[in-house]
C-alpha cells in the first residue's frame, strides 16, 4: 500500500499541475480581449477624428474611390477639407474630388466614398488592385491623418461604393 501512495502521489501532482498550466490563457488577459482588425481596410483610431476602414476600390474607368468612415468624437463640427494619396515609394498620385466639402457634425459617423455630391475623393491613376496607396486626409481643424490603405477590386461587397465621377452630379 505504501508503494502505491509513493507512485501515486508524484502522479496526482504532475496531472494537477498540468491542469494548472493548460489554464493558463483563459484569464481576462486572453487573447480574444484585444483589439485586431478583422476588416480589410485600414484604422486610425489615435485621436478625437478616427477613420476607420480605409481602402480604396477599383472603378471600370481605371480610377480608384476612396472609402473610409469618419468619426468625429470631438466638441465641435469639422469638414474634411481635402484628400491626398501616394503610392508607397512616395510618388504622389492624381486625386479628384466633387465640388462640395463633406461635413463631419461631432459625435456622428460619416461615410466618404458613398454615391453623393459631398465627400467623394478619387485616385484618377496609379491605384491598382492588390496594392497599398498612402492616403491623407486633411480636416478643417487639427492634424491631418495618413493610413496606408489597401486598393481593392471591385466586387459585390463594394456595391455602395461610389464608381467614380461619372456616378456623381457633374454640374
Same mark, same amino acid.
Given at each position: 500500500?505504501? +508503494?502505491?501512495?509513493? !507512485?501515486?502521489?508524484?502522479?496526482? *501532482? !504532475?496531472?494537477?499541475?498540468?491542469?494548472?498550466?493548460?489554464?493558463?490563457?483563459?484569464?481576462?488577459?486572453?487573447?480574444?480581449?484585444?483589439?485586431?482588425?478583422? &476588416? *480589410?481596410?485600414? /484604422?486610425?483610431?489615435?485621436?478625437?477624428?478616427?477613420?476607420?476602414?480605409?481602402?480604396? *476600390?477599383? %472603378?471600370?474607368?481605371?480610377?480608384?474611390?476612396? +472609402?473610409? =468612415?469618419?468619426?468625429?468624437? #470631438?466638441?465641435? /463640427?469639422?469638414?474634411?477639407?481635402?484628400?491626398?494619396?501616394? =503610392?508607397? /515609394? #512616395?510618388?504622389?498620385?492624381?486625386?479628384?474630388?466633387?465640388?462640395?466639402?463633406?461635413?463631419?457634425?461631432?459625435?456622428?459617423?460619416?461615410?466618404? &466614398?458613398?454615391? +453623393?455630391?459631398? #465627400?467623394?475623393?478619387?485616385?484618377?491613376?496609379?491605384?491598382?488592385? &492588390?496594392?497599398?496607396?498612402?492616403?491623407?486626409? $486633411?480636416? $478643417?481643424?487639427? %492634424?491631418?491623418?495618413?493610413?496606408?490603405?489597401? @486598393? *481593392?477590386?471591385?466586387?459585390?461587397?463594394?456595391?455602395? @461604393?461610389?464608381? &467614380?465621377? +461619372?456616378?456623381?452630379?457633374? =454640374?
Amino acid at each position: 500500500m505504501k +508503494s502505491m501512495l509513493r !507512485v501515486a502521489a508524484p502522479l496526482a *501532482v !504532475v496531472v494537477i499541475a498540468a491542469l494548472g498550466v493548460a489554464a493558463c490563457g483563459t484569464g481576462s488577459m486572453a487573447q480574444t480581449s484585444k483589439q485586431y482588425q478583422a &476588416g *480589410v481596410g485600414a /484604422d486610425d483610431r489615435s485621436g478625437r477624428t478616427q477613420v476607420l476602414g480605409t481602402l480604396l *476600390v477599383t %472603378n471600370p474607368d481605371g480610377s480608384a474611390t476612396v +472609402s473610409a =468612415s469618419v468619426v468625429n468624437k #470631438g466638441k465641435a /463640427d469639422l469638414i474634411l477639407t481635402g484628400v491626398t494619396a501616394a =503610392s508607397m /515609394d #512616395g510618388t504622389e498620385l492624381p486625386v479628384t474630388s466633387t465640388k462640395f466639402l463633406l461635413p463631419l457634425p461631432k459625435g456622428l459617423l460619416v461615410h466618404l &466614398g458613398v454615391a +453623393s455630391d459631398a #465627400g467623394g475623393y478619387f485616385v484618377t491613376k496609379g491605384a491598382v488592385a &492588390g496594392h497599398y496607396v498612402r492616403v491623407t486626409l $486633411s480636416f $478643417s481643424s487639427g %492634424n491631418p491623418i495618413t493610413l496606408e490603405a489597401p @486598393v *481593392v477590386p471591385r466586387t459585390p461587397v463594394y456595391e455602395e @461604393v461610389s464608381r &467614380g465621377m +461619372s456616378e456623381v452630379d457633374p =454640374s
